[in-house]
Structure formats: structure tokens, C-alpha cells
């Protein structure tokens, strides 16, 4: 998994049928001292994390497993909201 | 997910059996600012996306979900059309 | 999928029982005007495609299902010859 | 798989419930010699890697396999400790 | 796939069970003239692949399918070892 920062929304009107209802996150990858460190991504988010907060980001097709449904087209999703990170 | 921007057609007459009937769209990856940050890469659509719209991208073998059919040789796939993002 | 040029072919004996009699070929991603942007890569091809074609190559475990077997260890295959591409 | 250290760890109570349990470490990629050439990344652990120890780690969706559920959203799993490596 | 070169070994005594017995060899991905463009990484062989040998690397899930068994938490794998390779 990534660490992850929370820093916007996207709205998705037309999309297909089984992402209806998904909350869709802007994330970008930072490190364990909190420097993002990565590009603009997308994922599906169900723990409700807000903007700002620091998250646990699950990739590829191992994504679809947050939504109990091995049919849905995803391929980000957040797995965790972080509470604290210790890096020697 | 990426978010990308749709570029372009690509057309194959001799193709996979599977393909057949699908469209091919160029797409470069985006930030949420929309500015262009990838490389051309080519997805399935089935939503009707057009030429400068914005899209929401799946990759991977979570694309084939799209088709509903696990045995589809596709690893790129539009599944949002995207209305409008919010970055702080 | 990325957009790629053959480039070359690979010739291997000893491998795999599930590959013999697959044809490997070297690809290099190119972008929409042709220009070679990705490394040498080897994909698994079905359709003939000939040193210098432009093809349409899908990687990853989605692969797999050019060869109609979930069990296959490849993780690139050629799923299209591109006829043309338009990008504004 | 890549070659990593264990360099921290992630504490997340707020998260997937089949992530509860699970000991989530920080790791960096290394190369043979040792020298660290990767970003944070987090990988779940069930082997009890200490921080400062090298270890082998299995990313995508594979990685599930470590926890013998198909149904698992991880992307990342420490699958060995290594004892030692030779590189000419 | 990619082409590699076999570099060095990795010896893991305690690792995940499913892995027992599995020959790690360190690999750099190589282009098909022999020159080194990758970082050092681990893949699990079952040809007998010697130091300096170039092989086929299959990366991802699908380098499961080596060992038969969907439920190993393996994500590259020795496939093939290469007699020549031409390239335009």
C-alpha cells in the first residue's frame, strides 16, 4: 500500500453503474514525513476520510476487494485512515 | 483511478475477437488541475466519451471488469465521465 | 493498452511448457506520432504481426486471457494491429 | 518481488475490517548492496520482521495470497526475512 | 515480459511455507543489445537459470501461474531462458 493525503473530490455523473454511490477521492502519494511525493490519483473511498487526513491506499486489482465485488471496475481505494506513522 | 483527458481514436481492423465492437480512445493522463502528465496510452470506452472531455481510468485487470467478462484481454478502460473536481 | 512497434524477435527453448509454440516478439511503446517512448519489452503474439507493424499491446495479468488460460505465466500480449490513429 | 527494509510502522484503527489484526510496516526498496532506492511504502507483515531487517516483499494483487483470502484489499506483503544475498 | 540477467541469489529461511523449496535469483532487467536498465529485483525459477544467463521475466500476478497455484504469494518468475534475440 501507499500513504496517502486526501485533497479533493471528483464528480462523476456518467459513469459506469456499479461505481453509483462510491465517494471518489483525489490522493496524492506522500512519505512517511508527510512530503507528497506522487501525482494526482483517484480512489474509491467507504471510511468516510475527509480532506487532509493521512490514508492507507490499496492499488490494482486488489481494490476491488473493498467493495465485496470481484466485477467492479476500480483500481485505488482507501483501506485505512492513519492515525499515526513512526519512520527511524 | 487517473484522471485523464481523451485525445484521440485509435483503429484496429485485426484484432482480438474480443475487442471487436469496442472503442478505442487515446488518453493522456492529467493532474486536477488539467494539466497533462502521461504518457499516450488507449482505453476502452463505453460511455460515449468525446474527444477533450475529461475521464475517470481504470487499469490493470480490474479494466475487464467493464466488459463483464473475465476473459477479455483489455488492461485500460473509461468508467467516469468526469463533471467537475475540487483540489485544494 | 499502450501503443507499441515490433522490433524484434526473442528465441527461447527452454521455458515454460504453456509458452511452446507462442511467438515472442521485442516491442517498443511508442506515443500517437510514432515517436518510441517505452523500453525493449517482449509480448506473446497471435495475429502475425511483422517487425515494424504498430500494435496494440495489453499487459498485465489481463494478458493472460489472449491465450484463453487463466494459467499462463505471461503478463504481455499484442491484441490488435493498428490500421491508424488520429490525436488532436 | 523487490528487496526492502523494514524502516517503521503504520498504526490505522479506523479501517477495513479484514485489515484488523494485521501489522502494517514501512518498508524502502533496497538494491543487493543495501543502498535504498525506493519510496515509503507499506507492506502487511506476518513473519515478525524487526525495523532494520531485509526482507523480500511480494506487491499486487499476489500479495493477498499471503493472508489465504482471495477477498483481502492488500497490494503489499512481507513474504520472507532474508538471511543473505550474493550479487556478482 | 521483460528481458533479464541472472545476477546473484537470495537465501530466506523463514519465509511464507507456500515458498519452500522456490530457487530467488536477483534479476536486472536488461534491453535486447545486453545493457542493464534495471534495479535489482527477485524472481522465483524453476528452469535452472545460471548467473549470466538472460531470460524471460514474467512480473505481477500472473507469475503465480508458474507454480500452479493460484494461492502463492510470488510476483515475478523465471518463464524462459533465452538461446538469442534480434532487434532491428
Chains 1, 2, 3, 4, 5 share one sequence.
Not at 453503474?17 to 506522487?38: F, H, M, P, Y
Not at 501525482?39 to 471510511?47: H, I, N, T
Not at 468516510?48 to 470481484?70: D, F, M, R, T
Request: net charge negative; hydrophobic share 45%.
Amino acid at each position: 500500500m501507499i500513504i496517502g493525503i486526501v485533497k479533493g473530490t471528483v464528480v462523476s455523473t456518467q459513469k459506469d453503474e456499479r461505481l453509483v454511490g462510491s465517494k471518489l477521492l483525489i490522493i496524492n502519494q506522500v512519505d512517511a514525513d508527510k512530503n507528497v511525493i506522487g501525482k494526482d490519483a483517484v480512489a474509491v473511498d467507504l471510511l468516510g476520510a475527509g480532506i487532509g487526513e493521512y490514508v492507507l491506499v490499496c492499488s490494482g486489482s486488489s481494490a476491488k476487494s473493498l467493495l465485496h465485488n470481484p466485477d467492479v471496475p476500480i483500481d485505488m481505494a482507501i483501506v485505512g485512515i492513519i492515525d499515526s506513522m513512526e519512520r527511524t
